[in-house]
């Protein structure tokens, strides 16, 4: 079955880090375009970052700097190694396959795990 | 960024109507826009990508039309299971950007 598992979320401290892991089941990360999309609580979906299947990085000017995307290609999982923690960050945070490679849509889509940055 | 504007906002109905919600894009996306649909506590789900084409498994009550820069998502003859949030989202670029999302209740 093709899946997606995110884990690693939780109350966090502002200014604090956070590592977020998606784990795949069903096809390979590194073959994949993947990313990271958010949703704060009552609001809409954001994107956040892509990795490329050939490894580059692109991220949303709100997370550029603080935000660092990856994958570990052993464990078919993809990170979200989250520093410099803002109450703004707060939101449930989705890895999402963009399905036929590059600029593509969203078919495979994780639980979610949520982030609360509070002090 | 390219902004998508979507609406309505909400929208209330009832089963066995015909809904439409539609986006606009800043500018022009040719064909690459996907429609989600999403319900509480849940991930989004796609129902169509490519402005027009249905994702396996979804029922063939929703349809996508557009090009360009204004695009609609129609649903027809409603069913109880579709009462959710509906999104549009661009992947013409980088970012990538979503609609603000149209609540569909039951009227």
């Known amino acids: 079955e093709v899946q997606l598992v995110e884990t690693g979320g939780g109350l966090i401290q502002p200014g604090g880090s956070l590592r977020l892991s998606c784990a795949a089941s069903g096809f390979t990360v590194s073959s994949n375009y993947m990313s990271w999309v958010r949703q704060a609580p009552g609001k809409g979906l954001e994107w956040v970052s892509v990795i490329y299947s050939g490894g580059s990085t692109y991220y949303a000017d709100s997370v550029k700097g603080r935000f660092t995307i990856s994958r570990d290609n052993s464990k078919n999982t993809l990170y979200l190694q989250m520093n410099s923690l803002r109450a703004e960050d707060t939101a449930v945070y989705y890895c999402a396959r963009e399905e036929r490679g590059a600029l593509d849509a969203f078919d495979i889509w994780g639980q979610g795990t949520m982030v609360t940055v509070s002090s | 960024a390219i902004r998508i504007t979507q609406s309505p906002s909400s929208l209330s109905a009832s089963t066995g109507d015909r809904v439409t919600i539609t986006c606009r894009a800043s500018q022009g996306i040719s064909s690459y826009l996907a429609w989600y649909q999403q319900k509480p506590g849940k991930a989004p789900k796609l129902l169509i990508y490519?402005?027009?084409t249905l994702q396996s498994g979804v029922p063939s009550r929703f349809s996508g039309s557009g090009s360009g820069t204004d695009f609609t998502l129609t649903i027809s003859c409603l069913q109880s299971e579709d009462f959710a949030t509906y999104y549009c989202?661009?992947?013409?670029?980088?970012?990538?950007?979503f609609g603000q999302g149209t609540r569909l209740e039951i009227k």
């Open positions: 490519a402005a027009s």
């Open positions: 989202q661009q992947y013409y670029s980088y970012p990538f950007t």
